[in-house]
């Protein structure tokens, strides 16, 4: 077993809707994208933006897109104008989703 | 009847209000399309323009447009080619004027039609559907709009492609809207073009995913791409995205030749999960799209193919948004340089809290960020970063307060700490920060009924 980040396999764009943001992560490679499917699950995501987000964490498959689209609630400080965030847009959530490791087979 | 063509060529001139000039004009400039569409109109631009038309009646639209039109019309005139744009903001009447006296001024008086689409406005008619039972719950908090009533400064219904497609029978040549979905205005010239019927969902929805994936402009096209990003060629030449559309509902995406990016299935892809909430249901005023039927396929260099799209009815709903007052923010920055860069940041912000506990303020919200080390990744930052080393910290604290007075006393509070607070620290140049007013937004679902599209196409 080998110890991987999401940024060697997938990339990713994440943009909000009012106080959510939203990550596509991508898989790199077609091969890849089982990979994402059975360990990057809700419940992971959650526990990676624990003291980030303070609402669930919603996942979407895109099986023909090689992708997952995953809804981060209460991420944005209210969102758009209301938020003091640097990041009020949710723009980098996209390579902090990067940062997540998993553990794969070698 | 006129024969309908083979394909129709869509460019993308503007992804936002604010984005690169110099984009329509290539795109209009540097090889064949028959449409140009524009996007000016995010969640909160319709309060920004609407107080702006509080002050001058005259006012409400994007008014870069203007001097763009003037650039680009006489190569958009002689190449007939049409635009569509939600310029318009919350006076379309008003930009469409504006265009018809810069077209006037090119000489193109009789040769040239505009479509103005109007009725997504609500503000006047917003007490009236609430006496009629219309709550406009929010779509996030469930509460009811009159909650905030009386702080109200835009509504708007986002109207889709149908009003703009009436436009384009009516001969329009550029077509100028209020809140019209930003996919309706690449699909209404599909609709238009190829003859779809209001019930043709899979077309419908292709046309949508079209939208979508040309709204954001070079954000498809090489522009905030992750994958491969330094190799991706001469993004100062980037070259805007180009739906080349078939009456099947296929279509490629591509740019002009010679144009700097890249249009890969990567890049696409990236552009198609961007803002999307459930992909099964793209919810749109014209259908609801399905994005796990999209297929993607590399055609050729700067060539992404997409088929397969399906498409279900649209839903009796329009979404309508509502810009709101909510209170004041500021935010003040210092940067503090090594040795002790972050630690001297963090003492800082100590610092700070405690002066404005002393004073009394109360604040709905108190953020502090450190720039350089935790800003955009939080503590996912923290943890893996050297933070004793880090060269410079910038210290940036934001505070939001319904209270304006609180939000004045702390933008007073940032500058003393340059001389009575921790050392080496410098970048206080820009002054005192300014309390800025805060407009929130309100999303929420009117029948469809209630609203009721105009359409007007005048000679100029």
């Known amino acids: 077993m080998k110890r991987i980040r999401l940024l060697d396999i997938a990339h990713a764009r994440s943009g909000d809707k009012g106080d959510t943001a939203n990550v596509g992560l991508i898989a ?13 699950t809700a419940a992971r995501v959650a526990r990676h933006f624990k003291g980030m987000i303070s609402g669930p964490v919603e996942r979407y498959e895109l099986p023909n897109l090689h992708a997952l ?12 104008t209301i938020s003091l965030k640097t990041d009020a847009q949710g723009k980098v959530f996209s390579t902090a989703l990067l940062r997540l490791e998993v553990v794969v087979p070698r | 009847m006129k024969a309908r063509p083979a394909t129709v060529r869509i460019a993308a001139g503007q992804g936002f209000w604010g984005d690169w000039l110099e984009a329509p004009y290539r795109q209009v400039t540097g090889g064949p399309v028959d449409y140009l569409m524009m996007d000016y109109l ?3 631009t319709m309060s920004i323009l609407q107080k702006q038309k509080s002050r001058d009646p005259s006012l409400g639209y994007a008014r870069d447009f203007i001097p763009l039109m003037e650039r680009i019309l006489p190569t958009v005139a002689q190449r007939g080619i049409k635009i569509t744009a939600n310029a318009g903001g919350v006076n379309p009447q008003a930009c469409a004027q504006a265009v018809a006296e810069v077209a006037r001024r090119l000489r193109l008086g009789g040769k040239l039609r505009i479509g103005v689409v109007t009725g997504d ?4 008619r917003l007490d009236g559907l609430l006496a009629r039972g219309h709550e406009l719950r929010n779509l996030d908090t469930g509460r009811p709009l009159s909650d905030v009533r009386d702080r109200v400064l835009s509504a708007n219904a986002y109207l889709g492609a149908w009003p703009v497609v009436d436009a384009l029978r009516g001969g329009a040549d550029v077509v100028v809207t209020g809140r019209v979905t930003d996919t309706g205005l690449t699909l209404a010239p599909l609709i238009h073009a190829f003859g779809w019927r209001p019930d043709a969902w899979d077309l419908l929805a ?3 995913v079209a939208g979508h994936t040309i709204e954001c402009g070079a954000q498809c096209s090489g522009g905030n791409c992750l994958v491969d990003w330094e190799r991706i060629p001469d993004l100062a030449n980037v070259g805007y995205p180009i739906v080349d559309a078939a009456p099947d509902g296929t279509f490629e995406i591509v740019k002009h030749p010679g144009s700097g990016g890249r249009i890969s299935v990567a890049g696409v892809t990236e552009q198609l999960v961007y803002e999307m909430g459930n992909p099964v249901e793209y919810i749109t005023p014209d259908c609801v799209a399905d994005f796990t039927t999209i297929r993607l396929e ?9 088929s397969g799209v399906k498409g279900r009815p649209a839903t009796d709903k329009l979404k309508v948004s509502v810009a709101y007052f909510y209170g004041y923010k500021a935010v003040g920055t210092l940067v503090y340089a090594w040795p002790d860069a972050y630690k001297k940041a963090q003492a800082a912000d100590r610092i700070l809290r405690q002066r404005l506990a002393d004073l ?4 709905e919200a108190v953020l502090t960020e450190f720039v350089g080390a935790d800003a955009t990744h939080g503590p996912l930052a923290r943890a893996a970063a050297r933070l004793d080393e880090l060269p410079e910290v910038q210290l940036r604290i934001g505070v939001r307060s319904p209270d304006k007075p609180a939000v004045e006393r702390f933008t ?8 009575n607070g921790p050392p080496s620290v410098t970048g206080f140049a820009g002054g005192r920060p300014k309390p800025e007013e805060v407009v929130a937004y309100w999303p929420a679902l009117l029948d469809k009924r209630m609203v009721e599209p105009c359409v007007e196409v005048v000679e100029v």
């Open chain 2, 121 to 124: 406005d609500l503000l006047g």
């Open chain 1, 28 to 40: 790199l490679k077609p091969e890849y994208y089982p990979i994402l499917v059975k360990h990057v």
């Open chain 2, 412 to 419: 007073r509070e940032i500058a003393p700490l340059i001389l």
């Open chain 1, 69 to 80: 689209n995953f809804l981060l609630h209460g991420a944005l400080d209210g969102g758009g």
């Open chain 2, 42 to 44: 995010a969640e909160v």
């Open chain 2, 206 to 208: 292709a046309g949508t």
């Open chain 2, 298 to 306: 590399q055609r050729g260099k700067d060539r992404v193919r997409v």
């Open chain 2, 360 to 363: 009394g303020l109360k604040f």
